[in-house]
C-alpha cells in the first residue's frame, strides 16, 4: 500500500505537463468544468466580477474540490505564475503557467478510478501576473463532486515578504528576489494553519509596510498596509473585499521589518500607524484574536524598538477594554538554519516558526 502511493506521488509529480507551445492550439479533450462551478470551493480574496474566471493576486489562495476519474488538468489564464497541488494525501508538487501559451496543466494522470480530492494554492505574489483560475478537465463523462465542508477554524495573517515566503526555496543568501524561489506553501503561515486543521489567508506583500514601505521617505508612504487592506486584489482598489465573506478567530499581524529596516525611519510615526491599523482591523473583524508579531529579521536594535511599541500597543488596547489583542515574539533568526534569499528566513527557519506559533494559538484559542 505504501509503495503505491509513493508510485502514485511519483507520477503526479513528474507527469504534470504544460500545454505551452506558441503554435496553434492542441484541442482540450474531456469533460470541462467551469470555474463557478458550485463544487469549487475558493479560500481567501478573490474576485468574482467574472465568475468564469475568478481572480486574485494575494500569496496562498487556495481552490479545492473533489472528482472523479483518473486524471485531472487545470485550466488558468496564461502567465499565473506558480501553483502548489496536493492530490488527495500524496506530497505537494509545484507547477507552473510561465509561457505566454501556457493555459492547461495536467496535475495528475493514471489515477485509481473513483472519488479523489485536489488542493490547489497560489505560490507567489500575483501583482504582475494577474492569475485567474479558468476550470478543471476531467475524464470524460466524470464530475466534480459534493464538497468536504471547509474547517470551521479560520486565520488570517497580515504580512510582508516573510509572511509571503520570499527566497524561501533559495539556499543563497546573496541571491535576488525571483518568483521561482517565492512559495507561501512552506511559509510559516501555511505550516501553522495546517498543523492546526484551520484554512487561512494571506494578506501579505513583500516590502510593505504600515506607515513606511521598504526604503521608503522617513515621512511615509502612501501605499502602505492600512491602504491595502480593504482591498480584494492587491493594488487595485476599484473592488472592496467584504469582510461579511470572511471572519477569522485568530489575526496574525507582522508588520515593522520594512518600516524599521533602514535607518531612515520614524518610531513615533510606525506607532501611530500601527494603533490605527489595530482598530481597522478590530472593526472589520470584532470577535477575532488579534496577535501582534515581531518578526525574525531585523537587528537587536530595531527588534527591541519594534518589541517595545508593540508591547505599549496591547497594554494601551487591554487598558481600554479589548483584551483580545495578544502579543509574541519570533525568536530571531541567527543564521544556523540557513538563509532563503535576500537573508530571508529559510523553509527551515519557516518551521522553526511555525513550531514557535502553533502552541501559541492553541494556548490562546483552545484548539486541540
Known amino acids: 500500500m505504501q509503495a503505491n502511493k509513493k508510485l502514485l506521488s511519483t507520477i503526479i509529480g513528474i507527469l504534470f505537463t504544460a500545454i505551452s507551445f506558441a503554435g496553434p492550439t492542441i484541442p482540450i479533450h474531456g469533460n470541462i468544468v467551469k470555474a463557478n462551478n458550485p463544487g469549487i470551493q475558493y479560500i481567501g480574496r478573490v474576485d468574482f466580477s467574472n465568475p468564469e474566471r475568478p481572480a486574485f ?23 499565473s505564475g506558480y501553483f502548489m497541488v496536493q492530490i488527495d494525501s500524496c506530497e505537494a508538487f509545484k507547477v507552473s503557467l510561465n509561457c505566454p ?8 494522470t493514471a489515477l485509481q478510478e473513483g472519488r479523489h480530492s485536489v488542493r490547489i494554492a497560489y505560490a507567489m505574489e500575483g501583482l504582475e501576473t494577474h492569475p485567474e483560475f ?9 464530475e466534480i463532486l459534493k464538497p468536504t465542508p471547509l474547517p470551521e477554524r479560520k486565520i488570517e495573517f497580515i504580512g510582508n515578504s516573510i509572511t509571503c515566503a520570499y527566497g524561501v526555496e ?6 535576488p528576489f525571483e518568483y521561482a524561489t517565492e512559495n507561501h506553501f512552506y511559509s510559516y503561515a501555511t505550516l501553522v494553519s495546517d498543523s492546526l486543521n484551520a484554512i487561512h489567508t494571506s494578506i501579505s506583500r513583500s516590502g510593505i509596510g504600515v506607515y513606511r514601505n521598504y526604503n521608503g521617505p522617513k515621512t511615509g508612504d ?22 461579511s465573506r470572511w471572519q477569522p478567530q485568530v489575526v496574525c499581524i507582522n508588520l515593522g ?10 518610531a513615533r510615526l510606525y506607532e501611530n500607524a500601527y494603533r490605527n491599523f489595530i482598530h481597522t482591523v478590530r472593526n472589520v473583524y470584532p470577535k477575532a484574536k488579534i496577535v501582534l508579531l515581531s518578526g525574525p529579521m531585523l537587528g537587536e536594535k530595531e527588534n527591541n524598538i519594534e518589541k517595545s511599541i508593540l508591547d505599549k500597543l496591547q497594554k494601551e488596547f487591554r487598558k481600554k477594554g479589548d483584551k483580545q489583542i495578544y502579543r509574541f515574539d519570533f525568536t530571531p533568526q541567527d543564521g544556523s538554519l540557513g538563509y532563503g ?13 511555525a513550531s ?10 483552545g484548539w486541540e
Request: glycine fraction near 2%; proline fraction near 6%; include cysteine.
Open 170 to 175: 533559495s539556499t543563497k543568501k546573496d541571491a
Open 101 to 108: 501559451a501556457d493555459s492547461v496543466v495536467t496535475l495528475a
Open 222 to 243: 502612501k501605499d502602505c498596509m492600512p491602504q491595502e487592506f480593504t482591498n480584494t486584489l492587491f493594488a487595485d482598489s476599484t473592488h472592496k473585499w467584504d469582510f
Open 257 to 266: 521589518t520594512n518600516d524599521l529596516s533602514t535607518n531612515n525611519y520614524d
Open 134 to 142: 479558468r476550470g478543471f478537465v476531467l475524464d470524460p463523462e466524470c
Open 341 to 353: 534569499a535576500s537573508w530571508h528566513p529559510s523553509y527551515l527557519q519557516q518551521q522553526k516558526m
Open 356 to 365: 514557535e506559533l502553533t502552541p501559541f494559538i492553541r494556548q490562546i484559542t
Open 57 to 79: 493576486n494575494f500569496p496562498g489562495t487556495e481552490i479545492r474540490a473533489n472528482f472523479e476519474g483518473t486524471s485531472l488538468k487545470m485550466i488558468a489564464r496564461p502567465m
